[in-house]
């Protein structure tokens, strides 16, 4: 059996067709991926795709030939969708906001990871469990549908932080500035704070720090390691903004193109293995960040600070907006307020569950020190993910698309 990674105009494979629509190629034994991200491989979201991978060559009957395009090789961030849909590539990490005019409803769930609370680390483990639950609903595999593309699980990055030129230790400190914004969702909290949003590519935020075009980002803190950042960004503000939604996705047609118990365990053992490199690698990063030499590290040359009037503010804004999402809701959403419901008691499993194996409160920390203790204070990494995701998979992760 063989899947076409469709690579784009030149790598060698064993047999290619044009496109997922036309055809299945066939080759005994062979399967050939391509796997599409707009991060870098060292990155916890490479982890997390190199764990999916291995997950399925162990499984597979044959051989496995993957194919991966880091760093938006194969397409940037807006076109990862289509690359997918299209048959470029059988798998891509995809940003809902990124596609927001074809995935209208993906997009709107953007603000509910933040009721992961604001413990660090919490939206991580119960958001992206929380929202791969939300995204086997027949609303949202639906909306990836029509585009040929189908959503196996979600991660949720830890909360999206200012990382800096400037020092930002007050609300008056923050009106004014530019900063890029990677969503909607960050735009308007960007804009309800008094700063100014600006749209630039991921890959393009390093050479605007570096010359002033902006004053901040909002990226997570082991992103901002991703892209040098930290470099000339010496000031992190721990205000938590928005963490994004990131499916990963498969070409449907390649998906289904797979034999029945081999499908099952893309929907279940591949996910699981997906989030469990994601939820390892995400913890060794921050852990690695706080450690001596470490980009924020207590002796290091970057500055962070933990304003509360303007923590205040985006809790204010956000405890608003999500009062008025059910009227924000697309017009294929036919009962927001259930989805709302069902999302929050999801969540709230999962931050308990998170809370109670790890003995990180669920409210998180007052300082910056605290939540530095906090990150350091799960001594084994491994065992935290891998008790987590058993109990999620066997809850949760259902080989049928229904």
């Known amino acids: 059996m063989k899947i076409s990674a469709q690579i784009a105009a030149a790598a060698v ?31 916890a979201l490479g982890e997390a795709a190199k764990a999916m991978v291995a997950a399925i060559e162990e499984e597979y009957d044959g051989t496995v030939e993957t194919e991966y395009y880091w760093a938006g090789a194969l397409a940037g961030g807006p076109e990862l969708l289509h690359a997918v849909g299209d048959g470029r590539t059988e798998l891509a990490n995809s940003p809902a906001a990124y596609s927001a005019n074809e995935l209208p409803a993906a997009t709107w769930t953007d603000t509910l990871p933040a009721l992961a609370g604001p413990a660090p680390l919490a939206t991580a483990m119960a958001g992206s469990a929380a929202h791969t639950q939300l995204f086997r609903e027949p609303l949202l595999t639906e909306e990836y549908a029509a585009q040929g593309v ?11 932080y200012m990382v800096c030129n400037t020092p930002v230790e007050s609300a008056e400190d923050a009106r004014g500035l530019q900063v890029r914004a990677g969503s909607p969702t960050h735009t308007r909290e960007l804009e309800a704070l008094g700063m100014t949003p600006v749209s630039i590519e991921w890959g393009e935020t390093y050479d605007a720090l570096s010359r002033g075009t902006i004053d901040c980002t909002l990226t997570s803190l082991s992103g901002a390691v991703d892209l040098g950042l930290y470099e000339n960004a010496k000031h992190v503000a721990m205000v938590p903004f928005a963490p994004t939604v990131l499916p990963v996705l498969m070409n449907t047609d390649a998906l289904e193109s797979l034999d029945p118990d081999m499908q099952d365990f893309m929907r279940t053992e591949a996910v699981a293995a997906y989030l469990r490199g994601y939820m390892k690698a995400g913890i060794a990063d921050n852990q690695e960040l706080y450690a001596e ?29 999500l009062e008025e999402l059910p009227g924000k809701a697309p017009e294929s959403v036919e009962d927001p307020a259930a989805v709302i419901e069902d999302y929050t008691a999801d969540m709230a499993q999962w931050r308990a569950r998170f809370s109670e ?25 491994d065992a935290l993910v891998d008790s987590f995701v058993d109990e999620f998979s066997a809850e949760a992760l259902t080989p049928s698309a229904d």
């Open 293 to 321: 030499g470490g980009a924020l590290a207590e002796d290091g040359d970057v500055t962070v600070t933990q304003p509360g009037e303007l923590i205040a503010e985006l809790d204010e804004f956000r405890a608003a907006e």
């Open 150 to 160: 189908t959503p196996l699980g979600v991660l949720i990055p830890d909360y999206f």
């Open 357 to 381: 194996l790890s003995g990180i409160p669920e409210d998180g920390y007052a300082t910056p020190e605290e939540t530095i203790a906090g990150v350091e204070s799960v001594t084994d990494p």
């Open 13 to 43: 494979a064993v047999l290619t067709f044009s496109g997922c629509a036309g055809g299945i190629g066939k080759e005994a034994n062979t399967l050939t991926l391509g796997f599409a991200h707009v991060v870098g491989e060292d990155s």
